[in-house]
């Protein structure tokens, strides 16, 4: 007794004929025939009640499809179990205190570690060094170096944030912008921006912020509206939005460099992607 012929069985009682289900199994009529004889031999017992004009599932029939059934959904489960396996295998989790670095992170896996499938998730510093150390995220981006002795700790990138206005705007033809020249302007903010959005928040006590969740909505409306927004200089952000400048905010709270931390005992795949990130950083 085969998988196959339980899965023909189930097709044979799906369509109600042996002709419609070998058409949907592209079988031909006479092997698929012959199959479902072959399994009633295995099984000893008859599974159809016969006529010159048709064939009818029978008591036996009826319950050796129920099995099948069975028997082919736990098939299907221990598959499932087994493609999870793989894919936790494959899978580095990222806590990151802002999206760019995650962004930077994939790209450059993806060039080197082709498979590696990285489950990145925006967090607070602090729940994200908790996090690292409990083992529920494999990597850890951070705005402050963590030096501790069982911690691998290394610089992954720099990122600068900049007003992000209309080139109708009376800020356009400015070179830069401090946050005091900017504080009480009401802007566009993609709520999606990590640690960024407490920045703008501290720096800028007397603006109004319009948050946008949806990320398609939120560039629509940047091509659309003439409120003020921000971007940075990280690679996904260039020039995205036409008639939009940059206008690079000088305050030392708008650069941000991140490290990327790693456990110096973590899994394998873990350890290979801290040293190659340090190795071509």
């Not at 036996?60 to 221990?78: F, K, S, T, Y």
């Not at 802002?98 to 993806?110: E, F, G, K, Q, Y």
């Not at 703008?200 to 003020?228: G, M, W, Y």
């Amino acid at each position: 007794m085969e998988l196959e012929q339980l899965r023909q069985l189930v097709e044979v009682e799906r369509q109600g004929t042996i002709s419609a289900a070998a058409e949907k199994l592209h079988l031909t009529q006479p092997s698929l025939s012959r199959s479902i004889k072959r399994l009633e031999a295995d099984l000893g017992q008859g599974l159809f009640d016969r006529t010159r004009n048709r064939i009818e599932l029978n008591e036996a029939g009826r319950i050796a499809v129920e099995h099948a059934r069975d028997v082919l959904a736990a098939e299907q489960r221990m598959r499932d179990a087994f493609d999870d396996l793989a894919r936790r295998a494959r899978t580095v989790k990222v806590g990151s205190i802002a999206p760019a670095p995650t962004w930077n992170l994939t790209a450059r896996i993806v060039e080197r570690f082709p498979g590696t499938i990285l489950e990145p998730d925006i967090l607070d510093e602090k729940v994200i060094e908790r996090s690292l150390f409990d083992r529920t995220i494999d990597l850890a981006i951070t705005r402050k170096p963590i030096a501790l002795p069982n911690c691998e700790c290394i610089p992954l990138m720099t990122e600068s944030l900049s007003l992000y206005a209309p080139k109708s705007s009376k800020y356009a033809g400015r070179r830069s912008v401090s946050w005091n020249d900017i504080d009480g302007e009401t802007f566009l903010v993609f709520e999606q921006i990590g640690f960024w959005r407490e920045v703008c928040e501290e720096a800028l006590p007397n603006a109004t912020a319009i948050f946008q969740k949806d990320r398609e909505v939120f560039i629509q409306l940047l091509h659309s509206s003439d409120l003020l927004g921000f971007t940075t200089d990280a690679p996904q952000n260039r020039g995205s939005v036409e008639g939009r400048i940059p206008i690079p905010i000088q305050d030392a709270s708008a650069h941000a460099t991140f490290y990327l931390v790693a456990l110096k005992d973590a899994p394998e795949r873990v350890s290979e992607i801290v040293t190659w990130i340090r190795e071509t950083t």
